[in-house]
T-cell receptor, first 117, second 111 residues
């Protein structure tokens, strides 16, 4: 149980285009979803937290107009990287959690490797 | 928010037990202890979590010190597939219990 599906697994696109990444909780309803970014040889960095039906909360230094997050249902959240540039190339990972208390673990997708040419 | 300290790396032999330590001396009474691991080129995977008592699941065991200032993740019989970076995390109170990933412990399993 607790499977999170992330799509696509990898994407290569030209500079200036927008890319949408989907994150789905397949067998549970996710009150809260998270988006992370991971650069090579580094640890995961949280970008934003989204609760279903609410606006996302972005971490300091993350541009909310560049990284658009939508969490319209309890099983789907999307991250859109707008006007992507080579410095946005990274490994993007989503996670989902049931409830809002610390005893509930997060379940992660397999990540999306984004390469901007 | 409480911080955790883990060794940068550890090495084990296949089919032997592995004890991965974590210090969290500033833990509060309501902080849960979470463990995740990340295999190369994959998203992290939830391993186990606990509050006060020792916990067991199909993947591992979590031993929590009586004063809760440290914990140990126990892999009973390491396999090559257990080679990963292991993260010990205390979800942040007051911030939607978000997870802050440190550098974790890189576990190498020798055949």
């Amino acid at each position: 149980g607790a499977v999170v599906s992330q799509h696509p697994s990898w994407v290569i696109c030209k500079s200036g285009t927008s890319v949408k990444i989907e994150c789905r909780s397949l067998d549970f309803q996710a009150t809260t979803m998270f988006w992370y970014r991971q650069f090579p040889k580094q640890s995961l960095m949280l970008m934003a937290t989204s609760n279903e039906g609410s606006k996302a909360t972005y971490e300091q230094g993350v541009e909310k107009d560049k990284f658009l997050i939508n969490h319209a249902s309890l099983t789907l959240s999307t991250l859109t990287v707008t006007s992507a540039h080579p410095e946005d190339s990274s490994f993007y990972i989503c996670s989902a959690r049931v409830g809002t208390v610390s005893n509930q673990p997060q379940h992660f997708g397999d990540g999306t490797r984004l390469s901007i040419l | 928010d409480a911080k955790t300290t883990q060794p940068n790396s550890m090495e084990s032999n296949e089919e032997e037990p592995v004890h991965l330590p974590c210090n969290h001396s500033t833990i509060s009474g309501t902080d849960y202890i979470h463990w995740y691991r990340q295999l190369p080129s994959q998203g992290p995977e939830y391993v186990i979590h606990g509050l006060t008592s020792n916990v067991n699941n199909r993947m591992a065991s979590l031993a929590i010190a009586e004063d809760r200032k440290s914990s140990t993740l126990i892999l009973h019989r390491a396999t090559l597939r257990d080679a990963a970076v292991y993260y010990c995390i205390l979800p942040s109170r007051g911030s939607n219990y978000k997870l802050t990933f440190g550098k974790g412990t890189l576990l190498t399993v020798n055949p």
